[in-house]
């Protein structure tokens, strides 16, 4: 594993889907493990650290990412079930959570001495105790050598009130280089501020870049150099948005390490990346998007399924 790798911590889960007409589906799931899916479709080397039984469920989510090139991480402890998320979809395709699940990682797991290019984290793994604490202290310690990125991805059902969510997500945002998040996970966090304000307020505190995804509203996105810039959606007919959020953060990490931006000795350049090179990242992370929500289910595309082209060129 000496080749430059990301490193994802967090959850894996079982999405079960209940369609408004009340059919179900069941896919494998949960926020960072759909990042870690995303990036090994896009051709990236990444490791997932997570918390997944030796049950059914436990096996299937494994030989699902496995599939897509995503190397889980042995540790010296499992959980006792497999996680599982309800995703009740309305009849526009937009989804509402409710969990039966538990949220801790590892005493000791292999590979944890090699400094990945990027770290990413982000939504129940970063807030659901005890396993919250210890991915915050994992962020912490491997940031001087690592790129740190970061999705809030709001579950309000498992994060309590949005003061309470709102105080470690602060903690993460401190850390972070890179952060995205949604139109909704921001209004629930600050129900009184505007999501771009939100941002903009985030860029000024010490991230390198900030994005809001507002769904068929296309992208907002504020960097610590000043710059601001909008991209529009992808017209698409959604099938629904279970895992477009996530698609878009791999699109996001993909592209900025295609740029040559990631890796904590490249931390400067990043906060000085230019309009032009965040513009053509972000134009590729909605085409990703589009793609996913096009589809049932968290399922990114494939680096075949897009253009050739890629989103820049590696930074000087």
Known sequence: MSEPRALVIGEALVDVVVHADRSREEHPGGSPANVALGLGRLGRPVDLLT??????????????????????????????????????????????????????????????????LVLHTGSIAATLRPGGAVVLREVTARRPATTITYDPNARPALMGSPLQAGATVDEFVRVADVIKASDSDLRWLHPRQDPDDVALRWARSGPAIVVVTHGAGGAFAATASGARLHIPAVPVDVVDTVGAGDSFMSGLIDGL??????????????????????????????????????????NPPRLAELGEAGPGTPAG
């Open 257 to 298: 390490w295609t740029a040559g931006l990631l890796g904590g000795a490249r931390r400067a350049a990043l906060r000085a990346i230019d309009v032009r090179t965040l513009e053509a990242v972000l134009t590729r992370c909605v085409e990703i998007a589009a793609i996913t929500v096009s589809r049932a289910g968290a």
């Open 51 to 116: 918390w997944l039984a030796h049950d059914a469920y436990g096996a299937r989510v494994k030989s699902h990412l496995e599939a897509s090139g995503v190397h889980l991480l042995a540790g010296n402890r499992s959980a006792l079930n497999t996680p599982v998320a309800i995703a009740h979809l309305d009849e526009h395709g937009q989804a509402s959570y409710e969990f039966d699940l538990t949220w801790d990682l590892p005493t000791a797991w292999e590979g944890d001495t090699v400094a990945p």
